[in-house]
């Protein structure tokens, strides 16, 4: 773990680097419990992540207990990385605890000179209640920076998967983005994150139909009639 862990709205965060740890477990342990059984990746792949130097783990404590975690990656040689991950204690949410996280991984990144980052989220979609979260999960994403692709319908390669948004934290001059640049993007998450093989037809057919430039849209839009 870090020596020295930031402190946000009173949650120490700070990266864990070994699957022996006991905090590893804690994170486990929320991440089986806040994410979407058919969003998850086994245990033991976790276990195998932490130990891959592309990743980061970063948890959050509160009186010693762990709070929350993010996980991210940083596909090579691409120059963005990409949040996979992230989940807050059902009794610490709407405490600041998701922000502390989301604003320790950006500037984690951002030290190792990666200045965007791109975070798959669910769609709004399914019954009212499934509806009101996912609305405020991606309004969070919006105040803290975030901007969708504009009429991408990302494809998450897990078998179940929900319909997905991919959102982008960029710099703010950057309104657009290139398709070739998002083609490659993607297909670096594909292969690296999901081992999908390198000619997987779904990058490709995903963004077929996209301008060029792929906007970046605000999310209000698409959380204002939710």
Request: with cysteine; glycine share 6%.
């Amino acid at each position: 773990m870090a020596a020295a862990p930031d402190s946000t709205a009173g949650a120490a965060i700070s990266r864990v680097t070994r699957a022996d740890d006991a905090e590893f477990d804690a994170l486990v342990a929320i991440y089986q419990a806040s994410i979407e059984h058919n969003e998850q990746k086994p245990a033991d792949a976790l276990a195998r992540a932490i130990e891959d130097p592309r990743y980061r783990f970063l948890i959050a404590r509160r009186s010693g207990a762990v709070t929350g975690f993010a996980i991210s990656y940083a596909p090579a040689p691409e120059d963005i990385w990409l949040l996979e991950y992230m989940a807050v204690a059902a009794t610490q949410r709407s405490s600041g605890v998701g922000a502390a996280l989301l604003n320790a991984t950006i500037d984690l990144h951002r030290m190792g000179a990666r200045a965007i980052g791109l975070l798959e989220v669910d769609a709004i979609h399914g019954d009212d209640g499934q509806r009101a979260q996912q609305a405020r999960r991606l309004a969070f994403y919006g105040r803290h920076g975030c901007r969708v692709v504009e009429d991408l319908d990302y494809i998450l390669p897990l078998p179940g998967a929900p319909p997905m948004h991919l959102l982008a934290h960029t710099p703010a001059s950057l309104n657009a983005i290139p398709k070739k640049r998002l083609l490659d993007w993607i297909t670096a998450i594909y292969r690296e994150v999901y081992d999908k093989a390198a000619d997987d037809p779904r990058p490709a057919r995903m963004i077929s139909r996209l301008p060029d430039p792929v906007p970046l849209g605000a999310i209000d839009e698409i959380v204002k009639d939710a």
